[in-house]
Each structure stands twice: as structure tokens, then as C-alpha cells.
């Protein structure tokens, strides 16, 4: 009533606006004080009051988001909440309740020959092939979440950030600098990954759901910086006329090209997070992702690990943004908003974060069933809404997992069964070779036989 009643008009899509900024106003207030929040509401209102003045209202998402992360930063709690030991959102959760769904090489091979199909002239139409495309770019991006939320046991509300930097970052370098586009799509990820460390490095003096509340500050901030920051990054005109990509002497233009385009640098991001989760770091990450404490009291500097969680993830949806750019040959800051960082969340949840192929299933089953059914824009934020309660009831582990009375059919206890590597956070991260099949306990337990695979577990393209 009474925000109908300072608006003077309302419409369906207020409500996630002015929820944000409720978010904003109970976090620099302090969770779960009722004072607080009525204190940080004043705060806010008076910052965005002044700052609308000054500035315009294009400074409005920068004063809202960006004192958010000041108080944050000074002062972890809130004005006037209160210092507590609090679990990280997805640390030690769901994921034990399930086990990934691991694949045998000639299974990959299947599944690749599969996505190589569109590439042939004449199976598919042109519409069916931008669907395919528009669902390996949103697949790049969810992959980002593999290495933070599956990987590390961090959630990140504010996604949409890096990929914008890598998209404004490969803008540049293609459109200003001429750099070719397979020069430019990796500095621009490199680009994404130290920014996107750097900000978020004083967040994880947080604890609970602060982090992912700064997370999603940082997301809109670098949405609203991109707004405001007119003579670099040409406000909300954007930056148009990107060249178009070329490969070796082969410019990319038709919609099959930017489908093999975006297939290839697929495949090589997913076998990037594939390595890193067989790898040392991956291993320290699934410590931190299931006992954070127990992790730090075994000598890990969660909070490095953390942030190189992100900054590779940052990289990974810079390189993304960087497709996206090429893509389009357009990008303005309002494409990279608090809607895409929770269809990006949806998406990787509805997948699975626990292997690379999640993210794959889940940008085919939300973004190309809803693209093949043409549904309306308006329809399909209730749509994303409906399928995350419906997955936080019944499937939260995501689709690429089996249950555990299915995975156990699939566990092989025989004695010839492959030895690999288990380890426990507890433990020091002291590595001990079991049998698959063989029980375990503590972090080793909880991860599961699968872990020796590592982590994996609108608008039109130009012609």
C-alpha cells in the first residue's frame, strides 16, 4: 500500500526492484535486527536521496548497491548486528544427498558427435541453431558456477558482473585496441577474474549469508559503474558495432558459425574445470566447500582459496561475456542485471554444480525449452521462479545426479575396482588411496567415489 501509494502506479516487475533494495537496507542494518533494518532503510534512503540529487537517477543502483559493500567491508555484521559463527550457504549442505553422474569416455565422445550436428548444413533451421547457440553461451556462463558453488561452496548472486566486464572488456580490445577476437576473449576473462577477486577479497571477512549478499552488491555495482562511466564505456548507449570475430582468416558471421564458435570454446572451459578438479586445488576447495571450519583449523587460507574460486570463475564467465559480445555486436549495462546473475543461479542448480555437463543440462532444459516454446519475457520470470521452488522441494542436488539408492547399484566394490584418491578436510587434506567401493568417513564420506572426475560434474546473432 504505501509503496503503491509513492509511485502513484505499480506494476509486476516493482516488486523485485524494491525487494532488492529491501535486501540492501536489512544487511547494511544488520540481519535479524528489526532496529537495523529500520536504521538501515533511513541510511539508504537518505544516501539515494542525496545521491539522485547530485548525480541523476542513472547513480541510483551505485548508491544503493555500492554503500551496501561499505558497510560490509567496515563493518562485516551490520550497523547493528551482531558478531556470530554462521554456516556458509551451501557448505556442508545438499550435497552428500546425491551423487554426480560420472561418464565414461566414449559416452563424451557420444554427447560431443551429438553437438556437432547443428554444424551441418541443412539438418536444423536457422531459429533451431540460434536456440543452440544462445544455450551454449548461457551454459558457459553457468559453468562459472561449477568452480564457485559446486567446487568452493560459495554462492553468487551477482554473476552477471563478470561476464559485463569481459563483455566491455572484448568489446574494447576487438573494437578499439584491433585485437583479434582469439587474443582478446582470454584477456578479457583475465580481465573479469582480477577485478572480480579483488572486489570481492574484502567479503570474506563475512560469514552466513553476507558473502552471498556482496556478491550479489558487487554484481549491480559493476552494472551501475558501467552505467555511469559514459565517456569509457558509452553509458547507457553502450558500445555497438563490434567487429565481428575471425578465426584463423575465417570471419565468423552465420548463426552455424557462432554455433561451432561457441561449442569450441565449450568444450575447452569444461575441460579446464575438469582438470582443476582432479588437481590439488580442486581437492582443498571440496574441504572448504564441506567443512570450512574444519578446513581452516587444518591450516587452509579459506579465504585465498576462496577468492581464486572466484577469480577463475570470474575468468571462466569473462571469456563467456566475451562470446556473448561477439555475438550480438552490442552490449549496454541493463543486459547485465540482477535478472540474468538468478537465471544464471537457476540454471547451474537445475543442472547440477558438481559437474561441467550440469551446467550444459540445465542451459538445454530452462533456456532452449523456453526459447523453442517462444514463451513471453513476462512469462518466464515466473516461470524461473516456479522451477527454483521446485527444485529446492524435491531436487535441490539437480538433475545431472543420481539419489544414493541409485548410486550404490552403480558403485563397484569388486577388487579390481580403480584405486583413487580420497581426502579429508579434517585430516589436513592427507591423501590416503582407498577402492572405490570401500567405506569411508568424514569429508571423504560426504564427497563420495565420484570425486576422482573433479568438479565437472531475445536478441538475435548477427548475419
Not at 7 to 15: N, S
Not at 92 to 116: E, H, K, Y
Not at 188 to 210: C, D, E, K, Q
Amino acid at each position: 500500500v504505501l509503496v503503491a501509494a509513492y509511485f502513484t502506479t505499480i506494476a509486476p516487475t516493482q516488486g523485485f526492484q524494491i525487494g532488492l533494495a529491501g535486501i540492501a537496507a536489512a544487511a547494511i542494518g544488520g540481519l535479524g535486527s528489526l532496529l537495523g533494518a529500520v536504521i538501515g532503510g533511513l541510511v539508504l534512503g537518505v544516501a539515494e536521496g542525496f545521491g539522485v540529487g547530485l548525480w541523476g537517477d542513472s547513480a541510483r543502483q551505485l548508491i544503493t548497491f555500492g554503500a551496501l559493500l561499505l558497510v560490509l567491508w567496515i563493518r562485516p555484521e551490520g550497523i547493528l548486528g551482531k558478531k556470530t559463527v554462521r554456516r556458509e550457504p551451501l557448505t556442508g549442505t545438499f550435497f552428500a544427498q546425491a551423487r554426480p553422474v560420472v561418464m565414461r569416455r566414449w559416452q563424451v565422445a557420444v554427447l560431443i558427435a551429438l553437438a556437432l550436428i547443428p554444424t551441418i548444413p541443412g539438418v536444423f533451421d536457422g531459429y533451431a541453431v540460434q536456440i543452440g547457440v544462445q544455450i551454449l553461451a548461457f551454459a558457459m556462463i553457468a559453468l562459472s558456477m561449477t568452480v564457485i558453488g559446486g567446487a568452493a561452496g560459495q554462492l553468487s548472486l551477482g554473476q552477471a558482473g563478470p561476464v559485463a566486464l569481459g563483455a566491455y572488456a572484448a568489446a574494447m580490445l576487438t573494437k578499439d585496441a584491433g585485437l583479434p577476437f582469439l587474443v582478446a576473449a582470454p584477456l578479457a576473462g583475465l580481465v573479469s577474474a582480477v577485478l572480480i577477486a579483488v572486489l570481492n577479497a574484502p567479503s570474506w571477512r563475512l560469514s552466513g549469508h553476507y558473502p552471498a549478499i556482496a556478491t550479489l552488491a558487487t554484481g549491480a555495482a559493476i552494472s551501475a559503474v558501467l552505467l555511469v562511466a559514459t565517456p569509457i564505456t558509452g553509458g547507457g548507449s553502450g558500445i555497438a558495432q563490434i567487429p565481428l570475430p575471425d578465426i584463423f582468416g575465417i570471419q565468423i558471421s552465420s548463426t552455424t558459425q557462432f554455433y561451432a564458435l561457441g561449442l569450441g570454446i565449450l568444450l575447452v572451459l569444461i575441460l579446464l574445470v575438469h582438470r582443476l578438479g582432479r588437481s590439488h586445488l580442486g581437492l582443498t576447495w571440496r574441504a572448504i566447500r564441506d567443512d570450512e571450519v574444519a578446513a581452516r583449523s587444518a591450516g587452509i587460507a579459506t579465504p585465498q582459496y576462496k577468492s581464486l574460486a572466484f577469480g577463475i570463475g570470474g575468468f571462466i564467465a569473462g571469456v563467456a561475456g566475451a562470446f556473448w559480445a561477439a555475438q550480438f555486436g552490442f552490449v549496454e549495462p541493463k543486459i547485465f542485471n540482477p535478472n540474468l546473475s538468478f537465471q544464471i543461479v537457476i540454471i547451474a542448480v537445475l543442472g547440477s554444480m558438481l559437474r561441467p555437463f550440469g551446467a550444459v543440462l540445465g542451459s538445454i532444459v530452462l533456456v532452449g525449452g523456453l526459447e523453442l516454446f517462444r514463451v513471453a519475457s513476462e512469462t518466464r520470470l515466473l516461470i524461473y521462479g516456479v522451477v527454483l521452488l521446485l527444485l529446492i522441494w524435491f531436487r535441490p542436488q539437480g538433475m545431472w545426479t543420481l539419489p544414493l539408492p541409485f548410486a550404490r547399484l552403480f558403485r563397484r566394490a569388486d577388487a579390481g575396482t580403480p584405486v583413487v584418491a580420497e581426502q579429508s578436510a579434517s585430516a589436513g587434506l592427507v591423501g590416503t588411496l582407498t577402492p572405490a567401493g570401500r567405506a569411508r568417513t568424514g569429508a571423504a564420506e560426504r564427497t563420495g567415489p565420484a570425486e576422482r572426475t573433479g568438479t565437472d560434474g531475445g536478441e538475435e546473432t548477427r548475419s
